[in-house]
């Protein structure tokens, strides 16, 4: 399975969710940013390999819904709820995206 995690600068939170998630068997990851100024902003191609898109916050939805409108059909786009108060890599972080993530493991 593909898993997309998205922020808004792909600075923090996306990063370490993909590098954390990574560790899983058989789940491959990437992460991008909505904001122009990301490290990585989210593209078509990142939308179209993703089975799954995990957003840090709702607006982070509201910008992938209204930019790839055509290529979300068919695809989960969750809402993760982690605001934007830790550090890349940062241990609280971890453990909320092991909480968050794993109800939506296979």
Known sequence: MNFLFVCSRNQWRSPTAERVISEYAGIH?????????AKHTISKQDVLWADVIMVMEYHHKKQIMMSFRKEL???KVIVLDIPDDYHYMDVALIELIHESVAPYLP
């Open 29 to 37: 990851t990437r992460s991008a940013g909505t904001s122009r100024h």
């Open 73 to 75: 059909h068919h695809k």
